[in-house]
């Protein structure tokens, strides 16, 4: 039951452009989002996250929308840089547990 | 800059070979998660302790693995006997309480053969 998802497995964009990645939900409990970034051999590394009383959060070039009545979020990296390339992972929780994960996307940014 | 320490880093065993993993959470993390991440998806649950008490192993294949954090400090998980199918990287998360991030160790490659 894959209540978070990434429909795009890859997105490959130019260095200076604007990165849009994309995650829907279908929980209406998720009431807290996260974003983590994942380097080959690491960990995923937290980001950005937004809770779902707001519906934008800014740090730097990174901002995560949250639209709730369409169950989506998306992170935009402003602007990008070659070492942003990483997977980039969605996550989802209600009550502070049990964080859903989505398959994540493959971000590389072209010098 | 505290880490959630993660070990072995690399595991290859053969099937029906007993495997454990250990983690050190971050120090003054009451709260450590085991995950499971095959290629191609994002992590899966499989354990939660608060301190030394589970309080979530509904994910837990608990006729081959188990998990303990006898002290509530540092974790082992164990898989016996390993399946083909249990090759991943299994990852240790800890968090300090609520609300607050989790924060991930480097994780286990396991390969199972």
């Known amino acids: 039951d894959q209540q978070v998802k990434q429909n795009s497995p890859s997105l490959s964009v130019q260095e200076g452009r604007i990165s849009i990645l994309n995650c829907d939900y279908t929980n209406s409990m998720f009431d807290y989002f996260l974003w983590y970034k994942k380097y080959p051999a690491e960990g995923p590394t937290f980001l950005i996250s937004i809770s779902s009383i707001k519906d934008k959060n800014e740090d730097g070039r990174f901002t995560v929308f949250l639209n709730k009545s369409a169950k989506h979020l998306s992170l935009h990296i402003v602007p990008s840089q070659p070492g942003d390339s990483a997977v980039y992972f969605c996550?989802?929780?209600?009550?502070?547990?049990?964080?859903?994960f989505g398959a994540g996307t493959r971000l590389t940014v072209k010098p | 800059e505290a880490e959630v320490a993660q070990s072995p880093r690399y595991k290859i065993t053969e099937k029906s070979q007993a495997v454990a993993f250990w983690c050190d959470p971050i120090?003054?993390?009451?709260?450590l998660y085991w995950y499971r991440q095959i290629l191609g998806q994002g992590p899966e649950l499989l354990v939660q302790f608060q301190d030394e008490s589970v309080v979530d192993d509904s994910q837990l294949p608990k006729d081959r693995f188990s998990a303990e954090r006898l002290k509530g400090v540092d974790s082992t998980l164990k898989i016996q006997p390993a399946e083909l199918g249990d090759s991943a990287m299994y990852l240790c998360?800890?968090?300090?309480?609520?609300?607050?991030?989790?924060?991930f160790g480097p994780g286990t490659r396991l390969t199972v053969l």
């Open positions: 120090s003054g993390h009451a709260t």
């Open positions: 996550a989802a929780m209600y009550n502070n547990n049990d964080m859903r």
């Open positions: 998360a800890s968090k300090r309480g609520s609300p607050d991030t989790q924060y």
